[in-house]
């Protein structure tokens, strides 16, 4: 069901959450999401204490006034640290803080961070501590599946976090030697929902309302979307719609393409660098193109653009062109509804 979220001292009007996505989720993706979608908060992606207190980065830290909620996602296996980073980011506006325990890469478990910690229970609660002593804000882990229930490893888990004082939990589905082809494990989020008086947020291969509506049958307080959220900002208000069964009007391929180029210019002036920021979009092509019928020679075409005006070209030519237009929409009166570019630039 969707409904409003209570999370530590703050409640947002629903309880879909876009979640974090290394390389994507910063301002431009968050602000293009919270436009289209209004979602409770917007994740940043997994930032290292150590970079954002020793070498911080705009493209980590901006937040842009024209955004919802953030949540920044903090990354250590250091309690001191953590308890410096907790602060900073709270003086930089974040609205919660999260910290990564299901981060499956080997850089980061061979730190000691991600989801090595969750190996690591004296550790998990003093970052916990460590998070919940430095500031007034909501404060979560986010975790993957540490295995069976009946194995007493989420158990485990499950006690520290409520122990330490975290607000809420995020839990991916899935351990973290798991690939994605292995489906969501539903019923291991339903375990931590039971073992928790906390709220506990689902996440885990939502991209439909027959998904979303699979994880809310966990009995979680709210979800969280990874991937699905990518390329269709609006993904979250077309959910709500569904489930409500009301019809929901999508966006024509020419306007997810203006939506697209829109993404591209903010990151530029983000990045402050043209090059950089269309290298960088070249990954979100195949998101964009979900729906486009060439979206296989699109995603190689664009492979081809190293500057901002070849960029526009290459994605106007595909999407104004392409005489079909995504289900749910006929991509005639929707431009006022959908894309006002200008709007985004007030
Ligand atoms: C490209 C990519 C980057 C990700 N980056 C992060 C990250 O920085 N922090 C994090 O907690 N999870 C990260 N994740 C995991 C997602 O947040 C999410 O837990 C996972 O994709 C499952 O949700 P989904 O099926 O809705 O995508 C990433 C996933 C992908 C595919």
Known sequence: ??????????????????????????????????????????????????????????????????????????????????????????????????????????????????????????????????????????????????????????????????????????????????????????????????????PVIGNGDISCVGSLQKMLATGCAGVMIGRAGVGQPWLIRKLISELADEKFEAPSLEEIGKMFIEHVLQLIDLLNHEKLAILQSRKFAKYYARKLPNKTEFCEAINYCFDFSSFKKCVDDFFENSPIVPAGGNGSNQRENWLNVEKLKE
């Not at 900073?88 to 999260?98: M, P, R, S, W």
């Not at 993957?144 to 004082?165: H, L, T």
Request: aromatic share 8%; glycine share 6%.
């Open 1 to 198: 069901m969707i409904k409003p979220l209570h999370l530590g001292n703050k409640t947002f009007p629903i309880n879909i959450i876009q979640g974090p996505l290394a390389g994507v989720s910063c301002s431009p993706f968050r602000k293009l999401t919270w436009q289209y979608s209004r979602p409770a908060f917007s994740c940043t992606e997994m930032i290292s204490c150590n970079t954002l207190l020793h070498q911080p980065q705009k493209r980590f830290t901006y937040i842009d006034p024209k955004e919802g909620p953030v949540c920044f996602q903090l990354s250590t296996d250091h309690p001191k640290e953590l308890a410096e980073a907790t602060k900073h980011v709270t003086e930089l506006g974040a609205d919660l803080i999260d910290l990564n325990c299901g981060c499956p890469v080997n850089k980061i478990r061979r730190k000691g961070a991600g989801s090595s910690l969750l190996t690591d229970p004296k550790k998990l609660y003093q970052l916990i501590y460590a998070m919940k002593q430095n500031t007034h804000l909501p404060v979560s882990i986010k975790i993957r599946v540490q295995g069976n229930s009946d194995e007493k490893f989420n158990s485990e888990i499950a006690k520290v976090v409520s122990d330490a004082g975290a607000d809420f939990l995020v839990v991916h589905g899935r351990h973290w030697t798991e690939q994605y082809e292995t489906p969501c494990r539903h019923d291991e989020i339903q375990f931590f929902v039971e073992a928790l008086s906390i």
